[in-house]
């Protein structure tokens, strides 16, 4: 039996894998366990989590993948620090904290409390960006394939291209820091006050409420070339080899500023976080994902005259941009795409573990991701427990009962929170921790950030939809079972998904097939058959926090927001002030 344990350390999206007989058995964020959103620390929690789920020891691991390699590039860096003498200091800090890696069993063993003794396993460790593409291909079934990874940038890197065959990714090109559209993306964020490190998507969100007025101060901010793409220097402050982020004490990633003063000369003052956006910051976010879309597809392009096909992997912080995701498969040759859902640094420990399956120890197994389902999972024995600690009143129904009065509640306005079966791995909730809603009920996101999320109003909410109605309600046939497209709402639909309908009439959608998940599926049939909606509001079971993970974390969410019902296992709770909207 081959075991490999994969792991993401000291970079954002700390997070552990398990692959068995080169078959992924378990994968977990730390945030999950340690309640710390982004965590950027050591992942002992998700390593030994992984570890049970598999029915493993440490003593049991073959092969350590770390989605880092230190030694990459250094030719560049090295580049960098003649350039840049002063940073000559960053460069050395990074280094030194690099090399602790330089003993990971040493540093297994003290964060995980095994003697180092026991340990026995081989280290591999796997370049930022081909962890991340490996992350994408592994995990589908094709034998060729573009690859594209595109980030803020890990291992001096920010942009890869590749192509995939067989068992291998053959680099080809690669964009180099300081050019990074990710860093762009993260600069203009901060600028209209969403500097908190992963606030990207929120201005995703709030970049169709602006207008095309900064066109030109945009245009010369990023500079597209026939090799990929430059960083207009007079937009950034000069950063170290760190890009401008560092890892605080608790292991949070802190980001520093990143834009210029450029930016105040032209805009005036930039935004405090929390105050009124006005028109200025809708027509700044709606420059920024404008020419970050514009970019994101000439690179594409550049991609496809060098591996001339019509399928693409794709991973890395920026392929998250669900809206350009569903705007490159008709404004690119590429028809169709493979993005596993933990696109960003979360994935690097999955994909670093796959690549070595794939590509060093050539397993000869190939694995397709049909689901998102790698994380905890817990009995009804467990679930009951925690509901009597709390004194909640319950009842436990059959799976036909429960998707009844699930589905009725739903067809009333109640908000639910929905806990079964594995956890998603990557940051979307998937219909497995979710809170689930009416997509059409009068006010449903008004409500849903009244009583439970408290979000931005310009946030829209996602549709799950049964897949084979895909193309009733939407624009495009390519599926999204992770939640990374957005396409059109055909106008039929649009006033009867109001609360998933977004300003400029798309959706976020999440197709969901039986196979993928069957309680869901059937979850949302019974809910398309009460109301000729074959749809329903799916959102991340959470309140600013990371998405829950245990019974307990689920229960004490339902109890201190206005949630109406909890659904968690076989177990159905209610409020008796359900639906009041006090």
């Known amino acids: 039996m081959s075991v490999i344990l994969g792991i993401n350390s000291n970079h954002a999206g700390s997070s552990a894998s398990v692959v068995v007989d080169g078959i992924p058995v378990a994968a977990i964020a730390e945030e999950r366990l340690n309640r710390i959103k982004y965590?950027?620390?050591?992942p002992a929690l998700s390593i030994t989590r992984c570890l049970e789920i598999a029915g493993l020891n440490l003593s049991d691991v073959e092969h350590v993948a770390?989605?880092?390699?230190?030694?990459?590039?250094?030719?560049?860096k090295l580049e960098f620090a003649i350039r840049n003498p002063a940073k000559l200091l960053n460069l050395a800090s990074i280094r030194r904290k690099s090399k602790a890696f330089d003993d990971l069993e040493t540093m297994i063993a003290d964060h995980c409390g095994v003697d180092k003794a026991s340990l026995r396993f081989k280290q591999h460790n796997v370049e930022h960006h081909l962890a991340h593409t490996a992350s994408a291909y592994f995990a589908s079934e094709w034998e060729h394939s573009a690859g594209i990874t595109i980030d803020g940038s890990g291992d001096f890197v920010?942009?890869?291209?590749?192509?995939?065959?067989?068992?291998?990714?053959?680099p080809i090109r690669k964009v180099f820091v300081p050019h990074s559209l990710g860093t762009f993306y993260t600069a203009v964020c901060q600028f209209i006050g969403y500097g908190k490190y992963g606030d990207e998507g929120k201005v995703m969100g709030l970049a169709p409420l602006g207008e095309d007025t900064y066109r030109d101060?945009?245009?010369?901010?990023?500079?597209?070339?026939?090799?990929?793409?430059?960083?207009?220097?007079?937009?950034?402050?000069?950063?170290?080899?760190?890009q401008g982020m560092e890892i605080n004490e608790n292991g949070e990633m802190i980001v520093h500023r990143l834009y210029s003063d450029?930016?105040?000369k032209t805009f005036g003052e930039p935004r405090e976080r929390h105050s009124e956006i006005t028109k200025r910051d809708e027509d700044i976010s709606f420059g920024l994902q404008r020419v970050f879309e514009d970019r994101y597809m000439h690179l594409l392009r550049l991609l496809h005259k060098e591996v001339p096909?019509?399928?693409v992997s794709m991973a890395g912080g920026c392929a998250l941009n669900s809206v350009a995701n569903g705007k490159l498969l008709t404004e690119t040759p590429f028809r169709e795409t493979c993005i596993q859902p933990a696109a960003g640094d979360d994935g690097l420990a999955l994909g670093a573990a796959l690549y070595v399956s794939n590509s060093v120890l050539k397993e000869g197994v190939r694995w397709k991701m049909e689901n998102s389902y790698l994380g905890d999972e817990y009995s009804d024995d467990e679930i009951r427990n925690e509901l009597s600690k709390y004194d909640l009143e319950f009842q436990e129904l059959t799976r036909d009962e429960l998707l009844d009065r699930t589905s009725e509640e739903i067809k009333n306005g109640m908000v639910v929170g929905?806990?079964?079966?594995?956890?998603?791995?990557?940051?979307?909730?998937?219909?497995?921790?979710?809170?689930?809603a009416h997509p059409g009920f009068p006010n449903m996101k008004d409500i849903l950030n009244a009583r439970i999320k408290h979000r931005e109003a310009f946030r829209p909410f996602a549709p799950s939809v049964l897949a084979e109605r895909q193309t009733d309600l939407f624009e495009h046939d390519h599926p999204s079972p992770f939640m990374l497209h957005v396409y059109k709402i055909k106008p039929e639909w649009r006033e009867r998904l109001s609360a998933v309908n977004h300003v400029d009439d798309t959706g976020r959608?999440?197709?969901?097939s039986r196979t993928e998940n069957p309680l869901y599926y059937d979850l949302i049939t019974a809910f398309d058959r009460k109301t000729g909606i074959p749809v329903i509001l799916n959102t991340s079971f959470n309140e600013n926090e990371p998405i829950v993970c245990k019974p307990s974390e689920a229960i004490e969410c339902y109890l201190r927001t206005r949630m109406d019902v909890l659904v968690i296992g076989s177990f159905f709770c209610k409020k008796p002030d359900a639906g009041e909207t006090k």
């Open 39 to 42: 965590f950027a620390g050591f």
């Open 66 to 76: 770390v989605g880092r390699d230190s030694s990459a590039n250094l030719h560049k």
């Open 158 to 170: 920010s942009c890869l291209f590749t192509e995939c065959e067989g068992n291998e990714i053959r």
């Open 217 to 242: 101060f945009f245009e010369r901010a990023v500079i597209p070339t026939e090799k990929g793409f430059d960083l207009n220097p007079d937009y950034f402050l000069p950063f170290g080899a760190n």
């Open 262 to 264: 450029l930016f105040i």
């Open 309 to 311: 096909v019509t399928r």
């Open 418 to 436: 929905w806990f079964q079966g594995r956890m998603e791995w990557g940051p979307r909730a998937l219909g497995n921790r979710s809170i689930l």
């Open 509 to 512: 959608l999440q197709t969901v």
